[in-house]
């Protein structure tokens, strides 16, 4: 092949290459615009979940001391009114059971045969926040949905 066909080759593909790829556009930052409250508020309403009882089953890996365990559970909601979740280790024998009401929890632990009834502030006690009911149905719901 002479040097003029060489040329000629490599000015269509340099062409053909310049031509096919787009130029990387550059992304425009702006700064995120202030809504305010009542804005956020009104979209969480609009997008909330609505429903009046909600059964969800979950699986989750437990990790303590290096150790993991599996567990498997069960979630019932009937909205504004309890919250009732089934925990259950090994082979679907239940191990523990919760029930939460708007001003109680209650505990049931199957394998020791105890029991426990606090008022809902232990939930708030035990993990040093200000958790309400209303908030504690959101969530579950928002995470099993």
């Known amino acids: 092949m002479n040097?003029?066909?060489?040329?000629?080759?490599?000015?269509i593909i340099n062409i053909f290459l310049s031509?096919?790829?787009?130029?990387?556009?550059?992304?425009i930052r702006e700064p995120l615009?202030?809504?305010?409250?009542?804005?956020?508020?009104?979209?969480?309403?609009?997008n909330e979940?609505?429903?009046d009882y909600l059964s969800a089953r979950f699986n989750a890996t437990f990790k303590q001391d290096k150790h993991n365990t599996q567990i498997?559970?069960?979630?019932?909601?009937?909205?504004?009114?309890?919250?009732?979740?089934s925990v259950s280790p090994l082979m679907g024998i239940?191990?523990?059971?919760?029930l939460i009401t708007n001003d109680s929890i209650r505990y049931l632990n199957r394998m020791?045969?105890?029991?426990?009834?606090?008022s809902f502030d232990y939930i708030n006690r035990l993990i040093n926040s200000t958790l309400d009911f209303d908030m504690l149905q959101s969530k579950?719901?928002?995470i099993f949905c």
Request: proline share 2%; charged share 25%.
């Open 3 to 11: 040097s003029t066909k060489l040329v000629y080759l490599l000015i």
């Open 19 to 27: 031509v096919s790829c787009n130029p990387t556009r550059k992304i």
């Open 33 to 46: 615009k202030e809504q305010g409250n009542e804005f956020l508020l009104q979209n969480l309403k609009e």
């Open 49 to 51: 979940l609505h429903y």
């Open 72 to 85: 498997t559970g069960q979630i019932r909601i009937k909205r504004d009114s309890a919250i009732w979740i």
């Open 94 to 98: 239940e191990m523990a059971r919760f």
């Open 112 to 118: 020791e045969n105890t029991y426990m009834l606090n």
């Open 140 to 142: 579950l719901s928002y």
